[in-house]
């Protein structure tokens, strides 16, 4: 079986020493805006499409990529991580349906969530502080990248 591959770009939204998380009613699990990239987009910039659809947000990236002298290129702000999740996996363990995706740090500069029409409601988003994120049931990469979101956008 061929395993399809998807690229997806997330972005953890920081806010006054909190990150922005949402229940995914479908997967039953919280996590933070993000979703596929179009064909015509980068993958920072899909982040940032999908944290202003889904929040209404403006979101500046948190982003310590060096410039490179390069005449006909330019440096793209690189991802803090890259994971790959299996998406579809089949009882005999075979993996129909995976996600590449490119994981951004970004702050905002409030928490007045409005999404555009069509995306999940406002209801359904939380901010959450380090201490919300250490005493919760969410996945355990979602703690780790939350927490590495709020200090680091606390540094920067």
Same mark, same amino acid.
């Given at each position: 079986?061929?395993?399809?591959?998807?690229? /997806?770009?997330? %972005?953890?939204?920081?806010?006054?020493? #909190?990150?922005?998380?949402? +229940? *995914?009613?479908? !997967?039953?699990?919280?996590?933070?805006?993000?979703?596929?990239?179009?064909?015509?987009?980068?993958?920072?910039?899909?982040?940032?499409?999908?944290?202003?659809?889904?929040?209404?947000?403006?979101?500046?990236?948190?982003?310590? /990529?060096?410039? %490179?002298?390069?005449?006909?290129?330019? #440096?793209?702000?690189?991802? +803090? *991580?890259?994971? !790959?999740?299996?998406?579809?996996?089949?009882?005999?363990?075979a993996v129909g349906h995976q996600h590449i995706d490119h994981i951004y740090f970004a702050r905002v500069e409030s928490r007045d969530i409005e999404p555009h029409d069509g995306e999940v409601d406002a209801e359904v988003?939380?901010?959450?502080?380090?201490?919300?994120?250490?005493?919760?049931?969410?996945?355990?990469?979602?703690?780790?990248?939350?927490?590495?979101?709020?200090?680091?956008?606390?540094?920067?």
């Amino acid at each position: 079986m061929e395993t399809t591959r998807h690229f /997806t770009a997330t %972005v953890y939204i920081v806010n006054e020493g #909190a990150v922005a998380l949402h +229940r *995914h009613e479908r !997967l039953g699990i919280r996590i933070p805006p993000g979703g596929h990239i179009d064909r015509d987009e980068l993958p920072h910039e899909a982040g940032l499409r999908e944290v202003r659809e889904e929040t209404g947000l403006e979101a500046e990236l948190v982003d310590e /990529t060096d410039s %490179v002298p390069a005449p006909a290129g330019e #440096a793209l702000p690189q991802p +803090r *991580h890259q994971m !790959l999740y299996d998406i579809n996996v089949h009882e005999d363990g075979a993996v129909g349906h995976q996600h590449i995706d490119h994981i951004y740090f970004a702050r905002v500069e409030s928490r007045d969530i409005e999404p555009h029409d069509g995306e999940v409601d406002a209801e359904v988003w939380d901010w959450y502080d380090e201490s919300d994120l250490r005493e919760s049931d969410i996945d355990p990469d979602t703690v780790q990248f939350a927490l590495e979101a709020i200090d680091v956008v606390a540094t920067n």
